[in-house]
């Protein structure tokens, strides 16, 4: 997580000085908007998130990175030709603690991560955030989305009741 975090940062802390050289640029006329999801996984893996093989399952492409004692899934959306145009970033807190009065709190105290409860034998809340991918930005324009999301989860799961396992 520390690796991760910090990557994000620098990330971050470099992008307002590189985002002037950005826009003086123009785009490739066969650039596409959107990003694949090997390209998302691999660049998590480098950040230190440990990524699961990318999956499709009832129309959904996904994978799943492991962090912090924390298990979340990227998901992609408006794929043409393997080339994905959104990002959600969606996380399941399983446990007792996770009331619809709780994820209530949260919508309304909390910017950002939009969330959701799910009444069952063990009630779950789900916590999601949505990107809009921009054409020519490449996978860095996800880093300020993914600091925002590493920064929440875990204040989210902690006011669900979630411990991770030891």
Not at 43 to 58: A, F, P, Y
């Amino acid at each position: 997580m520390r690796r991760l975090a910090l990557a994000a940062a620098l990330v971050l802390t470099l992008s307002p000085l590189t985002a002037g050289g950005a826009l003086a640029q123009t785009a490739p006329a066969t650039a596409s908007r959107g990003l694949t999801p090997a390209e998302v996984g691999v660049w998590i893996t480098g950040l230190g998130g440990r990524v699961g093989s990318v999956q499709t399952q009832n129309g959904l492409t996904f994978f799943t990175v492991t962090n912090a004692g924390l298990t979340w899934a990227v998901f992609f959306y408006g794929c043409e030709a393997g080339v994905c145009g959104e990002v959600q970033f969606s996380a399941v807190v399983p446990g007792a603690g996770a009331t619809l009065d709780k994820v209530n709190a949260w919508n309304r105290d909390n910017r950002y991560l939009k969330a959701f409860h799910t009444a069952a034998e063990t009630p779950t809340a789900t916590v999601q955030y949505d990107v809009v991918v921009l054409s020519g930005g490449g996978v860095t324009q996800l880093a300020d989305p993914l600091a925002v999301w590493l920064q929440l989860l875990p204040k989210f799961a902690g006011e669900m009741g979630y411990v991770a396992p030891t």
